[in-house]
């Protein structure tokens, strides 16, 4: 009786391990199935997919390095983040990684810290974008963000409308410098008070520069972010923003990027977040 009821239990055991790989694998071919396949060096792809992204939990990663090709339809800013979102119509084949929610078309976006490195290609071109492929949990949809890396394919076949440049002889370099200030210590639930200023340096000389967009990231220890923020320079080179620190208490790093507006020009502060 025990040995027909321990070859039951080997049986009904065995029988689990079976459905439980088939079930293994169903989960892993529909993950392997759900992202456009990476084009690439593999050492081109970035480790941590969410880095500099706002808000990271409003996303589910379904693959760190993915590669899309397709035809841009519209170029736009959104000045909310500063991120420049790239709408794409996908070829044929890349049509099946798209839930119905997209719609038909698939948005790239080119976050705030990669704009001085990465060039958002003109509407009606060919390209090939590669970054992390990800599910937006509210829309529904799929997107490509970051999109870091744009191969544009029929360059030269496309006319660029609308856009005129004015040659006045060489221009004067100069560079961007930029200061922060911030509180060193603020209670849990207090306002951070962040304020940036920006001037152009050329031949010793200094100038306000304003209109000059910025995005403003705050790190925890562990360099993860947890508050953003895209704020612009007036007429005097200054700009105000104000986090709430709403974190747990530590030290935290608050960075400023020049990058919106193409300048490769970083500036930190810290700060200390304390129980009050």
Same mark, same amino acid.
């Given at each position: 009786? /025990?040995?027909?009821?321990?070859?039951?239990?080997?049986?009904?055991? #065995?029988?689990?391990?079976?459905?439980?790989?088939?079930? &293994?694998?169903?989960?892993?071919?529909?993950?392997?199935? !759900?992202?456009? =396949?990476?084009?690439? +060096?593999?050492?081109?792809?970035?480790?941590?997919? %969410?880095?500099?992204?706002?808000?990271?939990?409003?996303?589910?990663?379904?693959?760190?390095?993915?590669?899309?090709?397709?035809?841009?339809?519209?170029?736009?800013?959104? =000045? +909310?983040?500063?991120?420049?979102?790239?709408?794409?119509?996908?070829? +044929?084949?890349?049509?099946?990684? &798209?839930?119905? !929610?997209?719609?038909?078309?698939?948005?790239?976006?080119?976050? *705030?810290?990669?704009? *001085? @490195?990465?060039?958002?290609?003109?509407?009606?071109?060919?390209?090939?974008?590669?970054?992390?492929?990800?599910?937006?949990? *509210?829309?529904?949809?799929?997107? %490509?963000? $970051?999109?870091?890396?744009?191969?544009? /394919?029929?360059?030269?076949?496309?006319?660029?409308?609308?856009?005129?440049?004015?040659?006045?002889?060489?221009?004067?370099?100069?560079?961007?410098?930029?200061?922060?200030?911030?509180?060193?210590?603020? $209670?849990?639930?207090?306002?951070?008070?962040?304020?940036?200023? *920006?001037?152009? @340096?050329?031949?010793?000389?200094? @100038?306000? +520069?304003?209109?000059? /967009?910025?995005?403003?990231? %705050?790190?925890?220890?562990?360099?993860?972010?947890?508050?953003?923020? !895209?704020?612009?320079?007036?007429?005097?080179?200054? #700009?105000?923003?104000?986090?709430?620190?709403?974190?747990?208490? #530590?030290?935290?790093?608050?960075?400023?990027?020049?990058?919106? @507006?193409?300048?490769?020009?970083?500036?930190?502060?810290?700060?200390?977040?304390?129980? /009050?």
């Amino acid at each position: 009786m /025990r040995r027909r009821l321990r070859r039951s239990v080997l049986l009904v055991a #065995a029988v689990l391990v079976l459905v439980l790989d088939a079930v &293994l694998l169903t989960v892993l071919l529909h993950v392997q199935q !759900a992202a456009p =396949p990476w084009a690439g +060096a593999r050492s081109s792809c970035r480790t941590d997919a %969410m880095d500099h992204v706002h808000d990271p939990g409003r996303l589910e990663v379904l693959a760190t390095c993915a590669t899309l090709t397709g035809r841009v339809r519209s170029v736009r800013f959104v =000045p +909310a983040f500063d991120d420049v979102k790239v709408t794409l119509v996908p070829t +044929a084949d890349m049509r099946r990684y &798209l839930p119905t !929610a997209n719609n038909g078309v698939v948005v790239a976006d080119v976050v *705030a810290t990669d704009q *001085a @490195s990465v060039t958002a290609p003109p509407a009606g071109t060919q390209v090939a974008v590669s970054g992390a492929w990800v599910h937006d949990k *509210a829309t529904r949809t799929a997107m %490509m963000l $970051p999109a870091y890396r744009f191969d544009v /394919r029929n360059r030269a076949a496309v006319v660029i409308r609308g856009q005129s440049i004015e040659r006045h002889g060489p221009q004067t370099p100069r560079t961007l410098d930029l200061s922060v200030r911030a509180p060193p210590r603020v $209670p849990v639930g207090g306002e951070i008070p962040v304020t940036v200023s *920006a001037h152009w @340096s050329a031949f010793g000389h200094l @100038s306000d +520069a304003s209109q000059v /967009r910025l995005f403003i990231e %705050m790190t925890a220890p562990d360099g993860k972010g947890v508050r953003w923020k !895209a704020i612009q320079t007036n007429t005097r080179g200054l #700009a105000l923003a104000r986090l709430v620190a709403i974190q747990v208490p #530590a030290a935290y790093t608050i960075t400023v990027y020049a990058t919106p @507006s193409r300048q490769p020009v970083t500036v930190a502060t810290s700060v200390h977040v304390a129980h /009050r």
